[in-house]
């Protein structure tokens, strides 16, 4: 990931001073002009020689009062100017780190000539790649088992599509035992399906590349594909994002089979436009998500504190997948309540600015 992507810099350094000169230079020029302002006030006054200094001073208090405030707008200028040039490159840093939050592990400061600088930009820099360098070995290691594990599944998937041909010819014990080691295999070949899925994802391995789709038509295809009632669909605003159709038809798929399992089946799918996002929301009649667990549901092999994941057969990876795949398309998704009780998960994504006439 790393080796492959050009790394994105964000510029530190500011005219080449380092921050010592820059607050030195700017600190002896805001003296000097102050010092300046206040020096042609006194020889203003004193220029006049038909009265003492101490009559001047009484007769001209405006320009004294004018030139104070003068060297006063002086010393705030130079000083919010200095200011801006001292924490440039803290912003600098501060927008780095945000690129890399967000998943741009390619960004870098660029290497810095100045000193109080140069140790700072090198020791991000390092922790950065070690970071990518870690992330980059976990990928490798997630997508290598999973990929691995389908040689002995397809064996076993084979041996127990075999046994099944003769099932009825067993007694009821081996009956029930060929269901559970059946039932135990089809799990684990959903397991590692979901498991290579998300590797591809968090790896940036995807299928084509980002076009033009309709969320409505999307949502309509993927409640067909999966033969649910079509009723279910309420398109208030059809919108247009960019992104890559399968992934995001597994994305909805995922949240549908979240409410097979937890919620009785969805009751409402959702589409319409909310600011700059296309929005989908799907809402169940189930007992809805704790609070303390909304978050942690997106995460892998999450169970909620009722412990319902691993009572209704599903894999813990679905709302991961459907995270990342968002996220991969600079979107999020959250759940939140219900109206009326159950669980509701909105998936934002951001749509297609259109473009003004040229």
């Known amino acids: 990931m790393g080796s492959a992507m050009s790394a994105t810099r964000i510029g530190l350094d500011a005219g080449g001073w380092s921050l010592r000169s820059r607050v030195t230079t700017a600190f002896a020029v805001s003296s000097g002009l102050m010092a300046l302002a206040l020096v042609l006030g006194v020889f203003a006054v004193a220029g006049d020689e038909s009265r003492t200094f101490s009559d001047r001073i009484q007769h001209r208090p405006v320009l004294l009062l004018g030139c104070g405030m003068v060297a006063a707008l002086v010393g705030a200028a130079v000083g919010v100017w200095v200011s801006r040039r001292m924490l440039k490159p803290l912003r600098d840093v501060a927008a780095a780190a945000a690129l890399i939050a967000s998943g741009e592990l390619d960004t870098r400061l660029p290497h810095s000539n100045d000193q109080d600088l140069a140790s700072t930009v090198d020791?991000?820099?390092?922790m950065v790649e070690s970071l990518q360098r870690r992330i980059d070995r976990e990928h490798r290691l997630f997508g290598?088992?999973?990929h691995e594990l389908r040689t002995p599944l397809t064996t076993l998937t084979t041996a127990v599509d075999v046994l099944k041909r003769y099932r009825e010819d067993m007694p009821p014990r081996s009956r029930r035992a060929l269901d559970l080691v059946s039932a135990e295999v089809d799990h684990l070949r959903r397991l590692l399906d979901d498991l290579l899925a998300l590797a591809r994802v968090e790896a940036g391995m995807h299928?084509?590349?980002?076009?033009?789709v309709s969320v409505g038509d999307l949502v309509a295809h993927t409640l067909h594909d999966s033969h649910r009632p079509v009723e279910l669909l309420d398109i208030r605003e059809d919108v247009t994002v960019r992104g890559r159709k399968l992934e995001l038809e597994r994305a909805v798929v995922n949240l549908l089979k979240n409410a097979d399992r937890h919620g009785g089946g969805a009751v409402a799918v959702t589409v319409c436009r909310d600011g700059g996002d296309a929005v989908v929301q799907v809402d169940d009649a189930g007992p809805g998500v704790a609070q303390a667990d909304r978050a942690r549901i997106f995460e892998r092999f999450a169970t909620s504190r009722t412990g319902r994941?691993?009572?209704t057969g599903?894999?813990?990876?679905?709302?991961a997948l459907v995270a990342e795949t968002v996220a991969t398309h600079h979107g999020r998704v959250e759940c939140t309540e219900r109206p009326?009780?159950?669980a509701?998960?909105?998936?934002r994504i951001p749509v297609i600015q259109r473009e003004g006439p040229t």
């Open 123 to 126: 020791s991000f820099n390092r």
């Open 144 to 146: 290598d088992v999973s």
């Open 207 to 212: 299928h084509g590349d980002a076009d033009p």
């Open 309 to 311: 994941r691993s009572a």
């Open 314 to 319: 599903g894999t813990g990876i679905g709302l």
């Open 340 to 342: 009326g009780g159950g």
């Open 344 to 347: 509701r998960f909105i998936l």
